[in-house]
């Protein structure tokens, strides 16, 4: 077998009529028909309306058929029947991009949502609420969260956006992976399940519900999965389709800890073996993750970056080759749909975790060679044929013949990113920086707060989740002759909070940030588990001051003092480059000071055997995040733009660099007898710096030659073809390269 390898440089229609959606045992049904359906997780809030169609259309070149979000309730109902849906809050703007787009719409109105978001989705005045619990048969939560679902559904109705009024969502979300927790609210918690359902049915919104990780989701509720693998899931009833809502593509950052990264290979493997095993609905989490603007990042300790080594990354470039090589299993599945939705199955079991899976109607049949092995191929012998799978890889034959798609070998381009400087970098005067030093005398001298009381409260019940950062004050006298004033003082507080700063006297004498393996900066909420909202958040005492003279210890315990409170949008002190605002918009959180360990990272990761967080990391020794997006319609194209930092621990803002990121190459190594397709992200190939067809060596950017090599030019060849394209497509044959010499060398 040979291959090429090379190095480029620089770089549904809507309808007005009804559509009937529901489904059986195999599949979802539209129209009656049974349908394959790929679909990818948006979360409209971690991007921006400028940016949701060219998302969208790029999920829908990727060979999507849908886009699944969640709703966000703390964010649209910030205060209790005090609504926002503007600007990127625009849900129905949203979904109409969607439609308009001819995609399918998969809508998770929870409304908890988890997704590493600020306190899961609950607004912070929902915990406030005197006798509230959250999650279970406690009426004022049930009574508040039918309200918000009420009115996301009529607000959707009204646009005629569901599948039953001509619009592009077929399916809706009720609660989210309540079945993880459940057992911890007993009985209580089997009957919420059980109203949760009847409301979301009550709603009549004319397509099936979902619920995600319920086993026991009542009828007619479809139970679906979440995880890395779902070959395995069985649902809970014979007409429940095998679905799978959150497919893992990568997974999130956190402040203080490495990148994590999930393979290309691992997430097509998941995929093909799921639809071997009888899925036929898949869904990527996420399929762009965003960005965690304004203060919507959650626990623990997630970072601004909401990347999630997506297909399209970030800023929505295509992350390359998880994207190509993805579409190309979607294309590869969808020319399979009525084999798999009507097929009768059988299987072949190997041994040794290699089988065949094979799909077969009256018209043909379809097949998928499976190896679970992690270490060995596996020879498969079928209908006189012979077939090597690579170990952990899924074959797929769409006529049981021809080998069309092998998750293993990718045949689609790896493009490297790169930073390109812009103009301000180049002249660090068009950075012009002022400053002025925060009032803090009534804070830190005078103890004035907004509050007074004799107790220590939790941030969220004080703060109510108006900001990151809270004043703690008392005062304390001391006599003339008091055994305090001895030798040595100390301060001892016991806090949840994520960064401590501590002031006596007005002086700043210290701070403590929380450290178990994560890191965050001030406070930040839970928002995942049993009784979350129970959970102390700031400072929860006791705090005590200690004096010791000679070989006397006394403490003197704070608690119950006079404590006064007041909260505050930023910290007014000297402070570490915490980003704020770029011409009034919230970017997001910055906390760089504390690094990721110097252990466990590895330059290449081996995509066999089951995928874990912690099992492809880089950035060892690292800050979790230097870079932070400002998308392009926070800028103004002409006039000044105001960058607005907070600093918390000290820094220098003349260090800050803005740079766009693109492009810079690209290189493959593809099989022969395949196609290639090369872009550089609509920029026009400027040159071919390396390319052999034969058996080369090496990886991506460090590609050399081997020891066969065709006689013809390659370079020449690619060159003719693709310098000056912003797009090329090559067959890799000997027909258009020539036959290898092993001599040549």
Sequence with gaps: MVSLRFLLCFLLVSSAYATIVSHDGRAITIDGHRRVLLSGSIHYPRSTPEMWPDLIKKGKEGGLDAIETYVFWNAHEPTRRQYDFSGKLDLIRFLKTIQDEGLYG????????????????????????????????????????????TMIVDMVKKENLFASQGGPIILAQIENEYGNIMGSYGESGKAYIKWCANMAQSLDVGVPWIMCQQNDAPQPM??????????????????????????????????????????TEDVAFSVARYFQRGGTFNNYYMYHGGTNFDRTAGGPYITTSYDYDAPLDEYGNLNQPKYGHLKQLHDVLHSMEKTLTYGNISTIDFGNSASATIYKTEEGSSCFFGNGNETSDATISFQGESYVVPAWSVTILPDCKNEAYNTAKITTQTSMMVKKPNEAEDSRSTLKWSWRPENMDNFVLKGKGESTYRQLFDQKVVS????????????????????????????????????????????????????NGNFHYVFEKDNYGAFFESKPAGIT?????????????????????????????????????????????????????????????????????????????????????????????????????????????????????????????????????NIIELSCDRKPISAIKFASFGNPDGNCGTFERGTCESRNNTVDILTQECVGKEKCSIDVSTEKFGAPDCNVC
């Design 541 to 673: 005492g006791p705090i005590s001051i200690i004096g010791r003279n000679d070989d006397e210890t006394i403490v003197k315990d704070l608690s119950a003092h006079k404590w006064s409170y007041k909260t505050v949008e930023s910290v007014p002190f000297n402070r570490t480059m915490t980003w704020y605002k770029v011409n009034g918009n919230n970017i997001g959180r910055y906390w760089p000071a504390f690094i990721s360990s110097e252990n466990g990272c590895s330059p290449k990761c081996n995509y066999r055997g089951a995928y874990h967080a912690e099992k492809c990391l880089t950035n060892c020794g690292e800050p979790t995040q230097r870079w932070y997006h400002v998308p392009r319609s926070f800028l103004n194209a002409e006039g000044d733009n105001t960058l607005v930092l907070f600093e918390e621990m000290g820094g220098n803002p003349t260090l800050v660099r803005f740079q766009t990121t693109r492009v810079g190459s690209v290189c493959a190594n593809v099989y022969e007898k």
């Design 222 to 263: 479809l139970n679906t999965c979440n995880g890395f693998y779902c070959d395995n899931f069985v649902p809970n009833n014979p007409n429940t389709p095998k679905m799978w809502t959150e497919n893992w593509t990568g997974w999130f950052k956190q402040w203080g800890s490495k990148n994590p990264h999930r393979t």
């Design 106 to 149: 998969v809508l998770r109105i929870g409304p908890y949502a988890c997704a590493e978001w600020n306190y899961g989705g609950f607004p912070m005045w929902l915990h406030n609420m005197p006798g509230m619990v959250f999650r279970t048969t406690n009426k004022a939560f049930m009574d508040e969260m039918q309200n918000f679902t």
């Design 464 to 515: 109510n989740d108006k900001s990151d950062y809270l004043w703690y004050m008392t005062t304390i006298k001391f006599k003339k002759r008091d055994p305090f004033l001895g030798n040595s003082m100390s301060l001892r507080v016991n806090s949840t909070a994520h960064v401590l700063h501590t002031f006596v006297n007005g002086k700043h004498i210290g701070n403590q940030h929380a450290e």
